[in-house]
């Protein structure tokens, strides 16, 4: 996900404000648009939600920080536009009745998906490309005493320059034999892959992750 710790504040504080300000303003403003402008956003309430969504629950997502924040504020505020359309008061044909579960779901997942951005979000230390299409971003942390060094590795495809997808991502915990400086990535175009090691004296093979 490209969506770094030092940046994931700013949907905590623009998403909070903006969702309750769209459901009072479309109940007003909704009967007033034209057919053809309705059908039109709701097309697009619907694929920005599944979009978003996508970008949290998949490995593919926007590349870069700000279209994927973009994407996020637009996928909350899409889901809050259909639950708030979904559960208006039926007067005369109301064909958005049929869609409340698929709205009522969507809408409670977006809202999770705020605090999985929030928990997987994490600030590059490095990063080096490995391949054309390979890039390998590195972090570092810790939490009650314990060291951990951070490896994600992302695809970032010519034929889709807007997009990556994460291959691999990992959270290896430091010990005497294995730490930042022992912790290596290496390509192999012979067979295509990628091993990730980490260690001195008893080198660990972490992961054998097949280049696309």
């Known amino acids: 996900m490209a969506l770094y710790e030092s940046h ?58 700000w279209p994927q924040a973009v994407n996020l504020l637009l996928g909350f505020l899409s889901a809050t536009c259909l ?21 009522v779901v969507a ?3 977006m809202y999770y998906a705020l605090w999985v951005v ?12 490995l391949t054309d299409q390979i890039v390998l971003r590195r972090t570092s942390g810790g939490w009650a005493g314990i060291g951990w060094e951070g490896v994600t590795i992302v695809e970032q495809p010519r034929r889709f320059p807007f997009l990556e997808r994460v291959l691999y991502s990992q959270h290896i915990g430091e010990t005497s034999d294995c730490d930042r400086n022992s912790l ?18 008893d080198v660990a093979v972490w992961a054998t992750v097949r280049m696309p």
């Not at 929030?118 to 490309?129: D, G």
């Open 8 to 65: 994931s504040w700013i949907l905590w504080v623009v998403v909070p404000p903006l969702v309750p300000m769209a459901a009072w303003l479309l109940p007003r403003y909704w009967p007033r648009l034209g057919l053809r402008l309705r059908r039109a956003l709701a097309t697009a309430f619907i694929a920005s939600t599944l979009v978003a969504l996508a970008s949290v629950f998949t490995p593919w997502s926007l590349r870069g920080f």
């Open 83 to 103: 639950l708030v359309l979904s559960l208006r008061s039926a007067h005369g044909r109301q064909p958005w009745t049929g869609l409340r579960p698929f709205a």
């Open 107 to 109: 809408a409670m997942l």
């Open 118 to 129: 929030y928990w997987r979000s994490e600030l590059p230390v490095a990063e080096t490309r």
């Open 184 to 201: 290596h990535v290496t390509p192999d175009d012979a067979s295509r892959t990628i091993r990730v090691t980490c260690g001195v004296r």
